[in-house]
């Protein structure tokens, strides 16, 4: 089965802090995404990337950025967090060619104070 | 632009009943998804149409898809109680941006 394991369920910050949030898949996909949840928006794109060191940015992305180094690993960096950051951020990986299947990690629940 | 509506946004009915969730898209899209939330947890994939006419079941639901119209459908047969959960399509317009979502039907089955 492929997994997708994000490094927090939950997190609670203070604003102005920089957070780091992880996600790592195992079935060796190229594309990896990062979305943020919200009531009533659905799901919005924040970054995405379709191979190691290269990123591209969603419909989202002030606010945010996003490191690859390895293909496994895809991380979502709030450089200073804000209150309006308070989100359910869901990772998601998929094969080649693009538009395939994603599969969702758990999801890391985020709440700035 | 791929956008992807689907309606109902909320929906909530009793145990026994038949419902369908209705998924229109805007442009060419060559396949077609359907994804379950429970509350507080992630997505996991339901099913994923192919192609004009493809029609997967699982249980009380079934998904289609009519290319032509672009339109996909999930009918829920005789709901139960634990189908309750936010299903939502997604569409993918062929770029590297992955898949765009609908905004998700909450569906709520009560006894």
């Known amino acids: 089965d492929v997994k997708v394991t994000q490094s927090s369920r939950y997190l609670v910050k203070r604003t102005g802090e920089k957070v780091f949030l992880e996600c790592v898949q195992d079935m060796d996909h190229e594309n990896m995404f990062w979305y943020r949840q919200d009531p009533g928006l659905g799901l919005r794109l924040i970054y995405f990337?379709?191979?190691?060191?290269?990123?591209e940015k969603g419909d989202i992305p002030e606010g945010y950025s996003v490191s690859r180094e390895k293909k496994e690993r895809f991380s979502l960096i709030l450089e200073s967090a804000s209150t309006n950051q308070t989100s359910m951020y869901l990772c998601?990986?998929?094969?080649?060619?693009?538009?395939?299947?994603?599969?969702f990690g758990q999801g890391t629940r985020l709440t700035v104070v | 632009e791929l956008k992807v509506e689907q309606n109902p946004l909320f929906l909530s009915m009793q145990e026994g009943k038949n419902y369908t969730i209705y998924c229109n898209y805007s442009?060419?899209?060559?396949?077609l998804y359907w994804y379950r939330q429970d509350p507080g947890k992630s997505l996991e994939s339901l099913f994923v149409?192919?192609?004009?006419?493809a029609v997967k079941q699982e249980g009380r639901l079934m998904a289609s898809l009519d290319t032509k119209a672009r339109l996909s459908t999930l009918h829920i047969t005789a709901a139960v109680h634990d189908l309750s959960a936010t299903y939502f399509c997604?569409?993918?317009?062929?770029?590297?941006?992955?898949?765009?979502f609908g905004k998700g039907t909450h569906l709520i089955i009560q006894p």
């Open positions: 149409l192919l192609s004009n006419g």
């Open positions: 442009t060419t899209s060559d396949r």
């Open positions: 998601a990986s998929s094969p080649p060619p693009w538009g395939r299947e994603a599969f």
């Open positions: 990337s379709y191979d190691v060191k290269m990123k």
């Open positions: 997604a569409g993918s317009g062929g770029g590297a941006d992955g898949l765009t």
